[in-house]
C-alpha cells in the first residue's frame, strides 16, 4: 500500500467538481497548470487528449469523467497531476488541489460497499479529516487496463 516504515501514508488531495480525493505523493512526478490537450479520434469520453511535456507526449485524462462524475470544464485554475501508473505516465485533470498530509494507515477507513457496479478495486478507501471526507483513490485500478482500452 506505499506505507513507510512507521505506518504512515503521503497524500496529495484534490477537488473533482465539490468532492474531495485523494493519491499517494509517490505516484505524483508534478503538477502543472492546464494546457489545452490534442484529441485523439476514437478515444474513451475521459481521455482528453494529449499534451508535450517537454517532449514527451503525454495523455490527459478527464479524472471527474473516469470515475462517473461530471466531465471537468477547464478552467485557469484547473491543474494536470503527472503521475507514474506502472510503467506509464498519466495527466490527471482536476480541478485544483488542496492539500499535501500525511494519515497513519489506521485512519483510512474500508468504502462502504453501497452498489453492485462500484468497482471496489479503485477506491483504497475513505479517511475522515475534520467536517469533510476524502475518498482514496487506487490509480493502478483505475488507469491499469489503459493498454487494453487502446488497441
Given at each position: 500500500?506505499?506505507?513507510?516504515?512507521?505506518?504512515m501514508?503521503?497524500?496529495?488531495?484534490?477537488?473533482?467538481?465539490d468532492?474531495?480525493?485523494?493519491?499517494?505523493?509517490?505516484?505524483?512526478?508534478?503538477?502543472?497548470?492546464?494546457t489545452?490537450?490534442?484529441i485523439?479520434?476514437?478515444?474513451?469520453?475521459?481521455v482528453?487528449?494529449?499534451?508535450?511535456?517537454?517532449?514527451?507526449?503525454?495523455?490527459?485524462?478527464?479524472?471527474?469523467?473516469?470515475?462517473?462524475?461530471?466531465?471537468?470544464?477547464p478552467?485557469?485554475?484547473?491543474?494536470?497531476?503527472?503521475t507514474?501508473?506502472?510503467?506509464?505516465?498519466?495527466g490527471?485533470?482536476?480541478?485544483?488541489?488542496?492539500?499535501?498530509?500525511?494519515?497513519?494507515?489506521?485512519?483510512?477507513?474500508?468504502?462502504?460497499?453501497?452498489?453492485?457496479?462500484?468497482?471496489?478495486?479503485?477506491?483504497?478507501?475513505?479517511?475522515?479529516?475534520?467536517?469533510?471526507?476524502?475518498?482514496?483513490?487506487?490509480?493502478?485500478?483505475?488507469?491499469?487496463?489503459?493498454?487494453s482500452?487502446?488497441?
Amino acid at each position: 500500500m506505499g506505507i513507510s516504515g512507521n505506518g504512515m501514508l503521503e497524500l496529495i488531495a484534490f477537488t473533482l467538481g465539490d468532492q474531495e480525493f485523494c493519491i499517494e505523493v509517490m505516484s505524483v512526478r508534478e503538477i502543472r497548470s492546464w494546457t489545452p490537450a490534442t484529441i485523439l479520434p476514437h478515444s474513451p469520453g475521459h481521455v482528453r487528449g494529449v499534451i508535450n511535456l517537454r517532449g514527451v507526449v503525454l495523455p490527459v485524462m478527464d479524472l471527474a469523467e473516469r470515475l462517473g462524475l461530471a466531465p471537468a470544464e477547464p478552467s485557469e485554475a484547473s491543474v494536470i497531476i503527472v503521475t507514474q501508473i506502472g510503467n506509464q505516465i498519466i495527466g490527471l485533470l482536476v480541478d485544483l488541489v488542496s492539500d499535501i498530509f500525511t494519515v497513519s494507515a489506521e485512519d483510512v477507513h474500508a468504502a462502504p460497499d453501497v452498489s453492485k457496479t462500484m468497482d471496489r478495486d479503485q477506491i483504497r478507501g475513505m479517511i475522515p479529516m475534520d467536517e469533510r471526507m476524502i475518498c482514496f483513490l487506487q490509480l493502478d485500478a483505475l488507469f491499469g487496463t489503459m493498454e487494453s482500452e487502446a488497441a
